[in-house]
């Protein structure tokens, strides 16, 4: 077996290893961009509003 052969079916079998590899990883892979649950990334609903901090000060009616 010649030198070129032998380059050549090992480039093969690389691609080959490599092909399967990312096959397998495609279907095995994780969920893409899963539900966020409403617990996450939803804002805070506990941040007071202007007009109570107002009513809240000295002097006020």
């Known amino acids: ?5 032998r380059i050549a ?6 691609a080959a290893v490599f092909a399967i590899a990312f096959g397998v ?3 095995a892979g994780p969920d893409p961009d899963p539900t966020p649950g409403p617990s996450t990334h939803q804002p ?5 509003s202007v007009h ?3 009513s809240h000060g000295e002097g006020a009616p």
Request: net charge negative.
């Open 1 to 5: 077996m010649n030198t070129g052969l």
């Open 9 to 14: 079916a090992f480039v093969a079998a690389v």
């Open 25 to 27: 990883g495609r279907v």
């Open 44 to 48: 805070s609903t506990h941040q007071p």
């Open 52 to 54: 109570q901090e107002e």
